[in-house]
Antibody, heavy 117, light 107 residues
């Protein structure tokens, strides 16, 4: 079964760093892009960026460029989303998702990140 | 950036009604337009890809149409389990944008 399994919920303080993960299984991890999508509480979906684990080619939404870092470790079939200094406004649910061509057909279960002092 | 304008933002309809949601792109995106359903507390689910193709396992009451800049998503006969928020999403050269979403409620 093709699936993406994300790391668990996080509670952090402003200014702290964080790296959340998304592990792929049931398919060739290096052959498909993996993207990240933010959903702030009660709000819509926002595409953040995408990485091709085969060669680490990464693209960012202009809204998120410089705010987060997307990476992948193909040896363990895992993609990452990281922050160097969290803000309260980073509080959101974060989904990883893999596109079949242009549509995200496989989604992780989501990782809730709460940033509060 | 390509912007997506989705309307309406919310919609109330009765079981059995025909429901239509529209999405307009700020520039020509050919047929690179997809539709998702998201229920509370769940990840989004792909329903329609490339404007009009039904994803495997999705009921045939869901359909999509359009090309270029104007797209339509239709539920032919609303069912209670269709209560959710629906999003359009465009693709252009490894950049993606979601519409603002349409929250669908039962009247």
């Amino acid at each position: 079964e093709v699936q993406l399994v994300q790391s668990g919920a996080e509670v952090k303080k402003p200014g702290e760093s964080l790296k959340i993960s998304c592990k792929g299984s049931g398919y060739s991890f290096t052959s498909y892009w993996i993207g990240w999508v933010r959903q702030m509480p009660g709000k819509g979906l926002e595409w953040m960026g995408i990485i091709y684990p085969g060669d680490s080619d990464t693209r960012y939404s202009p809204s998120f460029q410089g705010q987060v870092t997307i990476s992948a470790d193909k040896s363990i079939s895992t993609a990452y989303l990281q922050w160097s200094s969290l803000k309260a406004s980073d509080t959101a649910m974060y989904y990883c998702a893999s596109p079949k061509n242009d549509a995200f057909d496989i989604w992780g279960q989501g990782t809730m990140v709460t940033v509060s002092s | 950036d390509i912007q997506m304008t989705q309307s309406p933002s919310s919609l109330s309809a009765s079981v059995g009604d025909r429901v239509t949601i529209t999405c307009q792109a700020s520039q020509d995106i050919s047929n690179y337009l997809n539709w998702y359903q998201q229920k509370p507390g769940k990840a989004p689910k792909l329903l329609i890809y490339d404007a009009s193709n039904l994803e495997t396992g999705v009921p045939s009451r869901f359909s999509g149409s359009g090309s270029g800049t104007d797209f339509t998503f239709t539920i032919s006969s609303l069912q209670p389990e269709d209560i959710a928020t629906y999003y359009c999403q465009q693709y252009d050269n490894l950049m993606y944008t979601f519409g603002q979403g349409t929250k669908l409620e039962i009247k």
